[in-house]
């Protein structure tokens, strides 16, 4: 079992590894999938990054980044993030 300090370094580790990926977005806005490459039939402006083991949704217009939605890769995320 781990301790709570052990557990608090590794969530601590988690949330810098996907802060860091989302910080390289600033650079490259395309750096994720499109949904809309996932879902073919669809005409979604939301974009997929994978980090390690979670996944970030988010859109973009010619200034902001929006995060929509973090969530742990195996989750159904689409349906969290439509609420279905």
């Known amino acids: 079992m781990l301790s709570v300090s052990s557990s608090e370094k590794i969530a601590t580790n988690i949330v810098k590894s996907i ?4 910080r ?7 750096l994720g ?8 039939e669809s005409e979604l402006t939301y974009y997929r990054l994978v980090s390690g083991k979670y996944i970030v949704i988010y859109e973009f ?5 929006t995060v929509d939605l973090i969530v742990w890769g ?3 995320y689409i349906a969290t993030l439509f609420n279905v």
């Open 61 to 65: 217009d010619a200034e902001v980044i």
């Open 74 to 76: 195996k989750m159904d």
């Open 33 to 40: 999938r499109p949904l809309s490459a996932v879902f073919l």
């Open 19 to 22: 802060g860091n990926d989302i």
């Open 24 to 30: 390289k977005l600033q650079y490259n806005v395309t």
